[in-house]
């Protein structure tokens, strides 16, 4: 039986205000995950619990005091990604307890409302480190996990340093379920849907007046992915969104567009492919062509980088375990069929 422990950690009245949640379910979720019960007596949580529980749970709360100190806000999901760190962690190796505040830190700019833009996790932290230190970047990973949104939070910020003259954001135009001759409008009316969120990123960030005049202006350009043939895009911040519906031809023909003083970002999501059965992705013979060139960087993201609502990251891992599951079944089935044909043989 394990051994229990009572630690105790002295709090403000605002710091509790900012850590606890709404009817406590913050203080609540962290008693559930680590087995553990927390106490209030007069400004001093009492923490009870076998001992690595108790550790875990005051490390967590810890962490939340010195964000809410730093004036972030305390979420859900701050709460959700703290504890699975602290969940994962190695008896040998534990996380360092100021990690959250270590990315908390690494602002990259604020929204047209004044909203700071900053990774959540320690995969979106690489991941913007990798973007800052590299000229080709690709970010790869489930919905949620930030890889667009990121991405356009870094070229927005470097074009509006001057490190570039100009945005291009494209994506490729694949059909789903409809075919673009079918749908109404002009050209540019029938792919604009496929670049809505590359959009919506723009505004938020960079706020409408001002996207639209820089667009007028031709410093920002939102095109499909075909425009790009047969251009040179010199000192300019490129973003290729949704590149798991490439083919391979494509993605070496944007690729090759790269000019001097460019930077690039590549997003995509392997496991939401609407390429035809046949058909290869040119994201994933990219990351077999390119792994280990100097200044190109695969950045992998998974279910524990998804920001958006809890519920998300749920479905994420459970279509991930899912996957996993029925890989292994197909390796199973097509080792027993090797062996069928083997006895058949002899």
């Known amino acids: 039986m394990s051994e229990i422990t009572e630690l105790s950690l002295a709090l403000t009245a605002e710091d509790e205000r900012n850590i606890f949640g709404g009817n406590d379910s913050y203080i609540k979720k962290i008693e559930k995950s680590l087995h553990v019960e927390i106490i209030d007596r007069n400004g001093e949580l009492h923490i009870i619990g076998d001992k690595e529980g108790a550790r ?91 890889k667009t949104y990121l991405g356009m939070a870094m070229a927005i910020t470097a074009f509006q340093r001057e490190e570039v003259s100009r945005i291009i954001l494209t994506r490729p135009a694949i059909e789903a379920g409809e075919k673009l001759g079918f749908l109404p409008g002009d050209l540019q009316s029938k792919v604009d849907p496929y670049l809505r969120p590359l959009y919506d990123a723009l505004y938020q960030i960079m706020g409408t007046e001002n996207f639209i005049k820089n667009m007028e202006k031709g410093l920002i350009e939102v095109a499909p992915l075909a425009y790009m043939r047969g251009r040179t895009l010199d000192n300019a911040f490129i973003i290729l969104d949704e590149a798991q519906n490439t083919t391979p031809a494509q993605m070496k023909m944007f690729l090759t567009r790269i000019g001097f003083g460019s930077k690039v970002i590549v997003t995509g999501d392997a496991s939401q492919k609407d390429l035809a059965p046949d058909v290869k992705s040119g994201l994933d013979v990219a990351q077999s062509v390119l792994k280990g060139i100097d200044d190109i960087a695969f950045c992998t993201l998974t279910s524990s980088d998804v920001v958006r609502h809890p519920l998300v990251q749920k479905i994420v891992k459970a279509y991930e375990d899912y996957e996993k599951k029925d890989v292994n079944r197909q390796k199973k089935k097509a080792i027993q069929k090797l062996e069928r044909h083997s006895r058949d043989g002899k």
């Not at 810890?62 to 602290?86: C, N, P, T, W």
């Not at 959250?100 to 909203?115: A, E, F, Q, Y």
């Not at 970010?139 to 930030?146: C, E």
């Open 56 to 146: 875990k749970a005051s490390g967590i709360i810890r962490e939340l005091v010195q964000l809410s100190r730093r004036g972030s806000s305390i979420e859900e999901q701050s709460v959700d990604y703290a504890i699975s760190l602290k969940e994962d962690e190695k008896e040998k190796a534990p996380i360092n307890d100021n990690i959250l505040v270590d990315i908390d830190k690494d602002v990259i700019c604020h929204t047209i409302s004044g909203k700071p833009i900053k990774p959540k996790t320690l995969g979106q932290k690489r991941y913007i480190d990798a973007i800052r230190n590299n000229m080709i970047v690709f970010g790869l990973g489930p919905a949620g996990t930030g």
